[in-house]
Nanobody, 116 residues
């Protein structure tokens, strides 16, 4: 059974930094395209960044480009989202996702409130 467990969320101030982690069990992350999504209050879930399984290429959204970075540690079976210079508009629940073709697995999410 595939499980994704996020951690590292919590209050962060604008201009600060935070590092989210997503540990996978029941599978190996290198066979999945791993991603981070955010869901702000009252809004739909949207892609923040994704790392491609075969190439290790990372893609991120225009909203967070240059501020957030996705990386993976295959030995630890963990994916990270380094959040630098977060803005109040980044306040959301952050979810980890493992995707392969039409199959998606999701974590339960970790809350990241950003405010002064």
């Amino acid at each position: 059974q595939v499980q994704l467990i996020e951690s590292g969320g919590g209050l962060v101030h604008p201009g600060g930094s935070l590092n989210l982690s997503c540990v996978a069990s029941g599978t190996l992350i290198y066979i999945w395209d791993m991603g981070w999504f955010l869901q702000a209050p009252g809004k739909q879930r949207e892609l923040v960044a994704r790392i491609v399984s075969k190439t290790d290429d990372a893609n991120d959204s225009d909203t967070v480009s240059g501020r957030f970075t996705i990386t993976r540690d295959i030995a630890k079976n963990t994916v990270y989202l380094q959040m630098n210079n977060p803005e109040i508009g980044d306040t959301a629940i952050y979810y980890c996702d493992a995707k392969h073709e039409s199959t998606d697995h999701w974590g339960e999410g970790t809350k990241v409130p950003v405010y002064s």
